[in-house]
């Protein structure tokens, strides 16, 4: 691995980070893997500066990589957690749009971080414009399982086991694929979903709903495909063991617990 490889590696877990502590600051979270968060022990205000200043540390690392087309990859990053963001305050009334904003808003703030990442060291390591490809789209299909398996834990997953509350997201007043797929069996939950969960026992009540249908394993399923696609892709790579390894990365998403 080459210096300027594992500085992306450094980077790209930089920008990580400081988007988890501004996200604990947005959903005023008081845990985050069995811990207090940063807002919950020095405020929101230091919370905000302490992720700025991540952000600004990973900035000046990425420009001592000296490659503008790096850093135009990573910087791709940071536009689309913010973006991402933005789509996540947002809601569509219809169906099949929802389901559509909804994949849009878990690429933008969980995969493009991965598949940017990959294509990033990728470029680094290899003259090929077809390798950068592959490494964007195994880290964009791994991205997106990573997240759908994420969302549901945040149902099927103890709060102590998984290191911040469950049923977090409804809280949060956010319709997850699982709450998505269970509303194409219980339509009733549509008016929860357009209201944010915002009535007493709307919560209660949508878990309910969602550990009823199939919706857990829907997702799962949606999951197992993304990790599939990413399996695909990264089989065009001649074999290795750094490709046996990749392979073995989207079994770990679909079997982690926590």
């Known amino acids: 691995m080459q210096a300027s490889q594992r500085s992306v590696a450094i980077i790209a877990e930089m920008i990580h980070t400081a988007s988890l502590v501004h996200d604990d600051v947005i959903d005023d979270a008081n ?19 302490a992720g700025d200043f991540i952000l600004s540390a990973a900035s000046v690392a990425l420009a001592r990589i000296g490659n503008t087309t790096i850093i135009s990859v990573l910087t791709q990053v940071i536009e689309d957690l913010v973006r991402g963001e933005f789509l996540q ?26 598949a ?12 090929d414009p077809k390798v950068h490809e592959i490494a964007y789209q195994y880290g964009k ?20 086991h998984l290191g911040k509350p469950t049923a977090a997201d409804l809280k949060l ?26 009535k007493p026992g709307d919560v209660e009540r949508a878990r309910k709903y969602v550990l009823q249908s199939d919706g857990v394993q829907q997702t799962t399923y949606l999951a197992q495909r993304y990790c599939h696609e990413a399996t695909r892709e990264i089989s ?3 074999p290795s063991p750094e490709r046996e390894a990749l392979i073995q990365l989207t079994e770990m998403v679909l079997l982690r617990d926590k």
Request: aromatic share 8%; hydrophobic share 40%.
């Open 31 to 49: 845990s985050r893997r069995g811990k207090m968060t940063v807002n919950q022990i020095w405020g929101e205000r230091k919370a905000v500066l």
């Open 173 to 198: 007043g956010l319709a997850t694929g699982p709450v998505l797929f269970a509303c194409r069996q219980f339509p009733e939950m549509n008016a929860m979903i357009m209201r944010r969960f915002s």
């Open 89 to 114: 305050l947002g809601s569509k009334e219809n169906e099949n749009e929802r389901f559509a904003h909804y994949l849009e808003k878990t690429f933008k703030k969980t995969a493009s971080l991965i």
């Open 236 to 238: 065009k790579l001649r």
């Open 141 to 160: 299909n791994v991205g997106i399982a990573f997240q759908l398996i994420d969302d549901v834990l945040d149902f099927t997953s103890c709060a102590d």
């Open 116 to 127: 940017n990442s990959c294509k990033a060291v990728s470029i680094l390591g290899c003259p």
